[in-house]
């Protein structure tokens, strides 16, 4: 007894913190692990399909189609359907270690007995086995809860029924039991490991909070899509000239709002979009400034999987910001085409919900495409890079708390006279820490993150900086 293979419509429990893709692939697996399993019995073996049956076209033997408003109709159904027999075995696509030896145990106990049953840990059955049909064994059953088995053996008594029960069973409707399941002998040892590696790939990027920048390895799902727009904040007095000197400002603002985007293509490769919407300047005795910010688009391949997923990637920042503003002084981009090349590695520590990520980007600067940039030393910057190590730790439910520490520097020294203003254009260097909280409520995840120079940082005004986020998910 099976549903088809169809995208949304199996392991509907499991697919809730897997998603449907794995979820389908496990169950997939399941199927034909248990139909080769038992087709190597000296039974007939009927599969009785509840969708297309053009869904499973790796079988070549008989199919049926399911009939009936519940599982105890479908059952009746599916045992009068069949034919003639002298014993019946019903199985499900749930129970991965249902096999040939199981089979050949309950045909042997219905020698003596009128019906077996292979009682599921969960409370239901993985195997029914009968000699007659007895339609009183499927009413008044509490269908998937855990009252099966009892209730089933309740109705064999009222029937005079000799019972006999096979070993207990673990069957597969949720991760957790995935991440339980035991083989009970070597031979079922690969399928173990194959459900838990398709499940764990999956719920490495759909279970691990969003991380901003496309910090690690992980590469979204194709078709996956990521969204979220954040506000930043920033109110301070100090600034920090090229050389790391502090001096006291007049008091400066900063408010900006960021949209952040990835977007699974095919397989492996994700795309990303990094747009300030809206970046706007305040300085006391100066005036406000307001625009878009430097527009960055990022393209991720993941060229490792497993347990610790690697990713490669390049990246193009965009001079869409205003770097020549009516204000000069407090410009929304540097007029620079920036180019980075990005690499990341990333570590769930499942079944403890924790995880960790390391990335590493360099940026080739050329010259600015702007000509008010060009009058300083004719628009030239020098290399930049930045490091960062991130972790998480689901602290209950759907909340998550997240620490990391980043280092963003010039590849070299930085030149006076060049272009510069509070994050924008040469000689930039901070190391910082940022440490988050978000939360869940699917498809939509709410952020907080507090971040701030834990050295003394260059070409940038110093303080707290403060984000608050709301994502989705699809």
Known sequence: MCKAPVLGNVKTRLASSVGHEAALQAYTMLLRYIVENVGESTCDVVIC??????????????I??????????????????????????????????????????????????????????????????????????FYRINWSTEYVLLQTIERCTELSLRVQLLEPMSDIDTLGDIMALEAPSPRHSTIVSRLRAVTMLMLLVLCLPNAVHADGGWIRAAGELFGKVSVQTLSTKSAY????????????????????????????????????????????GVGTVGGIGDIAVDVRYGIVGGEYPVSVGLGIELPTGNEAAAIATL?????????????????SFWPTEAFVSADAGYNVRGLAVSEYTRQFDNGQFTNQYRVSLKGGYKLFDALWATVAIYRF????????????????????????????????IAPVILSLNVSSAFTVPRAIYGGVNAFIGLGVRL
């Open 49 to 62: 399909l509840d969708g297309d049956t053009s869904s499973i076209p790796w079988y070549a033997g008989a």
């Open 331 to 347: 410009p929304t981009g540097d007029g620079e085409l920036n180019m980075w090349i990005n690499a990341g590695v990333s570590h």
């Open 409 to 440: 520097a010039t590849a070299g020294t930085a030149k006076a006279g060049r272009f510069t203003f509070n994050g924008l254009g040469e000689g930039v260097e901070y190391n910082a820490w940022d440490a988050g909280f978000s939360y869940e």
């Open 64 to 137: 049926i189609p399911q009939r009936g408003d519940d599982l105890g109709e479908r059952l009746i159904h599916a045992v009068t359907d069949i034919g003639k027999f002298n014993r019946c075995l019903i199985v499900g696509s749930d129970a991965p270690f249902v096999d040939a030896e199981v089979v050949g145990a309950a045909l042997e106990c219905l020698a003596a007995v009128d019906v077996v049953l292979g009682p599921a840990l969960d409370g239901g059955y993985y195997l029914i086995g009968i000699s007659n049909l007895h339609r009183s064994l």
């Open 241 to 284: 000239d090229l050389n790391g000197v502090k001096s006291v400002t007049p008091a400066y603002s900063l408010m900006s709002v960021g949209l952040y985007a990835e977007y699974g293509v095919v397989p492996d490769l994700m795309v990303i979009l990094n747009a300030p919407l809206f970046r706007q300047s305040s300085a006391e």
